[in-house]
């Protein structure tokens, strides 16, 4: 399973100094003290990284069920929404590519894992916010709030993120 293990880049060993993502710099009194935060840092960053991948697994649910309708071109009306389909496909890329940082070498690194997690979630959140309003338009009131659930679990992690450590 992939965890987020943010001990083998810290300078914990060298410094009792943490800089986070979010902005959060702490300084410890021991060594001991910043291990312990480190191991409460690295479960929280892989709760997060779970949820976000449950919600983006979530998502492109949504988007392949949404996907049939985005160019109806018979019965009626011809309805193009083909700029919706093209700017949430390319937010869900997005997020693929933001947690397949997670396998490389910056992936430890607490600085770095919180910006992806963040970047993922801001993703995450706009395909999202994509997909309700094309649900809206075409009156798909169950999927319009699925996905608007899925959005707010997203916005969720998002304010857990900054406000970790604080």
């Known amino acids: 399973m992939k965890v987020i293990d943010i001990r083998k880049k810290s300078s914990v060993q060298v410094s009792k100094e943490i800089c986070l993502g979010n902005g959060f ?7 001991r003290d910043a291990g312990y ?26 988007y392949r069920t949404a996907w049939f309708y985005m160019a109806n071109t018979k019965n009626g009306t011809r309805t193009n929404y083909l700029d919706i389909q093209r700017d949430v ?19 430890n690194d607490p600085f770095f894992s919180f ?12 395909a999202l916010s994509g997909m309700e309003n094309f649900n809206c338009k075409r009156n798909f ?3 319009y709030y699925q996905c608007k659930i899925l959005r707010k679990r997203c916005s969720l992690v998002a304010d857990a993120l900054k406000d970790y450590g604080t």
């Open 115 to 126: 910006i992806n997690l963040q970047k993922a979630t801001m993703f995450l959140a706009d």
């Open 25 to 31: 710099r702490k300084t410890f009194a021991s060594k």
């Open 37 to 62: 935060f480190v191991a409460a840092t690295n479960r929280f960053l892989t709760e997060c990284l779970v949820i976000i991948n449950g919600v983006y697994t979530d998502a492109l649910v949504q």
């Open 141 to 143: 009131t169950v999927q």
């Open 89 to 107: 496909k390319s937010s869900l890329e997005s997020v693929d590519l933001m947690l397949d940082k997670f396998n490389g070498y910056w992936s």
